[in-house]
C-alpha cells in the first residue's frame, strides 16, 4: 500500500482551458484505433442490407433459394422469418423510438431504399455478391415524394417541442406596425454523411449479447436493443470507443438490429456495415423546409410582431419533425410572438436529427429576415439586433442564465471591421468579383442530462475515469481528462479516461451540444469526491478507491433558467455576376458558449460548424427525383460539400461566458457553428448584389 501523491490545494496551474491534442490521436492517425467495422472477431461473418428498388408497395416475394445456394451463404433474413421485435417503449429522452430501424416487421415499403432483407455470408464479398443478386419481387403502389409549402396534408406537430407557441394579437400589432416584412424562405433536404460510415458487429457471448458499434452514446443503444429485442438490458453490453463522426445520425438504426437478428439466429458472431449510398437512405437527414417570417416593426426596427411558421417533411413510418421554429422562441421578443412547426407525411426515407436541427435552417430563415428588416428600416444590422436584444426568454419568460449576444455582436464587428461597411448593396467591386459582407445570430440550447462517472485513484499515483461517454471526433476524450485532472488536482498525463462502454453505466450521448457537459459534471463529482477521499491520508490498495457518481440529482436541482449559447456570425463573399459563383472570403465566428474547455479542440468544432454553414449556404442539396422516389448522386461525389478550396480564411472565437449556477460551467460547442452562419452569407450575398437569396443553396444558376 503507497500513499497518494496528491496535495491539499492545487498549486498547478488549471489544465481547462488550455491546448491540448487528442489524447487518443496517435492511435488515430497510426491506425491502431479500431473502428466498429474493423474489430477483429473469430469465426466473425458478415451481412449485407437488401434495399427496395421501389418507393411505395408491398414485397410480394423474394426469391431467396438461389441466393443461399451461392458460395459462402448462410442465411437470409427477411419479414418472413426475422426475429419479431418490440417497438413500443420510451426510447432517448422519453422519446418515441424510431421505428426505421425495426427492420423486417412486416411486408410495406415505406420508401425507396428501405430494407427489405439481409443475406448473410462467410466473407463480406460473398455476402455483396449475394445480396446484389437477390431478386425481390414487388406489388408497386403510387408514391408521393413532393414537398411543398402547398400540401393540403400537413398538420402541426410537436417532436421535440411544442408545435406552436403564441403570445399576444399578432394580426393587430402587423397591421399598427410602421414596416411589415413577410418573407418565405426555403432549404433543401441535408445529409449529414458522417466519414466512417455506419457499421456495428454483434454476438452472443453465452446469454450475453455483445455489440461493438459506431454510436452517439452507448447508453442509448442498449436501452433501445434490450426493448426491440425484449431482452433485460444488463445482458447488453454495447462498445464504441472510437466514432469517425456521427452529427445526430449515429443512434440505433437498420444495421445494428439486422447485425442483432443474424447473430441470434446464427449464433455467430454478424458484422453489417453500410455502403456510402446505403447511409443515404438508412441513417436519416435533414428534412427540406419552407419557412415563413413575418415581422412588425417601428420605423427605428424595434420588433412589436414576430411570426415564425415552418413546414418539415417525414416519412410515414416516424413522424420526426424539424423544429425550426424554435430557434424564434429564444432570440427576439415580441408583444405579439407566434411560432409554429408542420410536418407533412411523404413516401421519404425517417429524417432524424442532424447538427443543429431546427436551429440550423431556422437561423436562416430568421437571420435572413432580420436583415430585410435592417434594409426596410435603414438600420444596421448589427445596431438591429443589439436594439431587440430579448431580457428574457420570449417564450418562456424565464431569464437567461447568461445572455452575452450583444457582446459577440460588439467584439464580432470590432475583429471583422464592420464599422467601415456602406450599407447600400451591389457597390464594392474587385475586377469582376461583387464584394459583400453580411452578419446573423447564432443561438443553441446549453442543455444537461445525468450521467455516470467512476474514478479510480491507483496506488501508483495514476487515475482511471471511466464514463459511457462518447467521443464522435469532438475531443470529448481530451476535454474530459482535463476536466478530471482539475477536479484531480493532477496532471492530465496521470488521468486515463475510459469511454464508449456501456458497462461504465448510463450516461447521455453525445448530442444535442450536451455531451461535454453532462460527462464533465459526472466525471467532476466522482474526481472531487475520490481527492477529498485522498486528501484524509488515506492509503490506496492494490485495487485502487473507487468512487462513482451519478447526477440525476444535482441536475434536477439547477434554478430554471433560459440556458443557452449564444453568437454572432459575419462573412465576406464575393460573387461573380458572369458565372453565378459566390465566393467566401473571409468569415468570423465569436461565440459566448460558457466555458471553454480546450480551446484547440473547441476552436475546430465552432470551425466545422462554420464551414457547415458555408455548406449549406452555397454546397449541399440532395436532390429527389419524383419519379424514382429515390436520391440523384447519393454519395459524396453528386452530395457537394466544401472542399478546401471553398473554405476561406475563417476564425471562430469566444468570449468569457460563466454560467454561475452550473458547478462545470460548459454550454456545449457542438452545434451553434452552424447556426446562423449560412444567414451570414445569404446576407453578404444580398450585400454584394442586391438579390435577396430565399432558398438554399445559393447555386450559381439561382445567382444569373
Ligand atoms: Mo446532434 S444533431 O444532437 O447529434
Not at 127 to 149: Q, W
Amino acid at each position: 500500500m503507497t500513499t497518494a501523491p496528491t496535495r491539499e490545494t492545487d498549486t498547478r496551474a488549471p489544465s481547462v482551458g488550455t491546448a491540448r491534442t487528442r489524447v487518443e490521436g496517435r492511435e488515430k492517425v497510426t491506425g491502431a484505433a479500431r473502428y466498429a467495422g474493423e474489430i477483429p472477431f473469430t469465426g466473425l461473418v458478415h451481412g449485407w442490407l437488401v434495399l427496395s428498388t421501389v418507393a411505395h408497395g408491398r414485397i410480394r416475394d423474394l426469391d431467396t433459394d438461389p441466393v443461399l445456394a451461392m458460395p459462402g451463404v448462410l442465411a437470409v433474413l427477411d419479414h418472413r422469418n426475422a426475429p419479431r421485435l418490440n417497438t413500443d417503449f420510451a426510447s432517448l429522452l422519453g422519446m418515441r423510438p424510431d421505428p426505421t430501424c425495426a427492420v423486417f416487421q412486416h411486408d410495406r415499403v415505406p420508401h425507396r431504399g428501405w430494407p427489405v432483407a439481409l443475406v448473410v455470408a462467410e466473407t463480406s464479398e460473398q455476402a455483396r455478391e449475394a445480396a446484389e443478386s437477390l431478386v425481390v419481387h414487388y406489388e408497386e403502389e403510387p408514391h408521393d415524394t413532393d414537398f411543398g409549402a402547398d400540401r393540403p396534408d400537413a398538420y402541426r406537430a410537436d417532436g421535440i417541442m411544442p408545435a406552436v407557441t403564441e403570445k399576444g394579437d399578432l394580426e393587430a400589432r402587423l397591421a399598427e406596425s410602421a414596416v411589415v416584412l413577410d418573407a418565405e424562405y426555403t432549404t433543401p433536404e441535408e445529409h449529414h454523411n458522417p466519414m466512417e460510415p455506419h457499421a456495428a458487429t454483434a454476438h452472443w457471448d453465452g446469454d450475453r449479447l455483445e455489440v461493438f458499434d459506431s454510436n452517439q452514446g452507448a447508453t442509448w443503444v442498449v436501452g433501445d436493443l434490450a426493448n426491440l429485442f425484449s431482452i433485460d438490458p444488463a445482458s447488453v453490453r454495447v462498445r464504441s470507443e472510437h466514432v469517425g463522426g456521427g452529427f445526430g445520425s449515429k443512434g440505433v438504426r437498420a444495421h445494428q438490429v439486422a447485425a442483432v437478428m443474424a447473430a441470434s439466429v446464427l449464433r455467430r458472431p454478424v458484422r453489417v456495415v453500410m455502403t456510402r449510398r446505403q447511409m443515404f437512405t438508412l441513417i436519416g437527414y435533414r428534412s427540406p423546409t419552407v419557412q415563413r417570417i413575418r415581422i412588425g416593426a417601428d420605423a427605428d426596427g424595434r420588433i412589436r410582431a414576430l411570426e415564425h411558421r415552418s413546414l418539415s417533411a417525414t416519412s410515414t413510418v416516424f413522424e420526426f419533425v424539424e423544429p425550426s421554429s424554435g430557434v424564434t422562441r429564444v432570440m427576439y421578443d415580441a408583444d405579439a410572438h407566434r411560432t409554429e412547426n408542420r410536418v407533412v407525411r411523404l413516401d421519404v426515407p425517417s429524417p432524424t436529427f442532424m447538427r443543429a436541427p431546427g436551429e440550423a435552417p431556422g437561423s436562416f430563415a430568421l437571420e435572413s429576415a432580420m436583415d430585410e428588416l435592417a434594409v426596410a428600416c435603414g438600420q444596421d444590422p448589427v445596431a438591429l439586433r443589439l436594439r431587440n436584444d430579448a431580457e428574457r426568454g420570449p417564450v418562456s419568460g424565464l431569464p437567461f442564465a447568461s445572455r452575452r449576444l450583444s457582446d459577440c455582436f460588439r467584439e464580432g464587428a470590432r475583429r471583422f471591421g464592420w464599422a467601415d461597411r456602406d450599407p447600400r448593396p451591389g457597390l464594392r467591386r474587385d475586377g469582376r468579383w461583387l464584394l459583400g459582407t453580411g452578419t446573423a445570430a447564432a443561438s443553441f440550447p446549453a442543455g444537461v442530462a445525468p450521467s455516470t462517472a467512476t474514478v479510480t485513484a491507483h496506488p501508483d499515483g495514476r487515475f482511471t475515469v471511466r464514463i459511457a461517454a462518447a467521443d464522435i471526433g469532438t475531443g470529448a476524450r481530451t476535454a474530459l481528462t482535463l476536466v478530471a485532472a482539475d477536479a484531480l488536482h493532477v496532471d492530465p498525463e496521470l488521468v486515463h479516461v475510459r469511454i464508449g462502454d456501456s458497462d461504465f453505466g448510463p450516461a447521455m450521448i453525445a448530442g444535442g451540444s450536451m455531451g461535454t457537459r453532462s460527462w464533465s459534471w459526472a466525471v467532476q463529482t466522482a474526481a472531487r469526491e475520490v481527492r477529498e477521499r485522498l486528501a484524509l491520508g488515506t492509503d490506496i490498495p492494490a485495487e485502487g478507491i473507487t468512487v462513482r457518481a451519478n447526477t440525476a440529482e444535482a441536475i434536477g436541482a439547477l434554478t430554471p433558467a433560459e440556458r443557452h449559447s449564444f453568437g454572432a456570425q459575419f462573412a465576406e463573399v464575393a460573387v461573380d455576376p458572369g458565372t453565378g459563383e459566390v465566393r467566401v472570403r473571409r468569415m468570423l465566428g465569436i461565440f459566448a458558449a460558457g466555458r471553454i474547455v480546450n480551446p484547440l479542440t473547441a476552436r475546430n468544432q465552432l470551425l466545422g460548424g462554420m464551414i457547415w454553414g458555408i455548406s449549406m449556404a452555397l454546397h449541399e442539396e440532395a436532390v429527389r427525383d419524383r419519379a424514382s422516389g429515390g436520391l440523384v448522386g447519393a454519395d459524396l461525389a453528386g452530395y457537394h460539400v466544401p472542399t478546401h478550396a471553398d473554405v476561406p480564411r475563417i476564425e471562430a472565437d469566444w468570449i468569457d461566458d460563466p454560467d454561475p449556477n452550473d458547478p462545470v460551467g460548459i454550454k456545449g460547442i457542438g452545434e451553434i457553428g452552424v447556426v446562423g452562419a449560412a444567414a451570414a452569407v445569404a446576407n453578404a450575398v444580398w450585400h454584394a448584389t442586391g438579390v435577396r437569396h430565399r432558398t438554399l443553396p445559393i447555386r450559381p444558376d439561382r445567382v444569373l
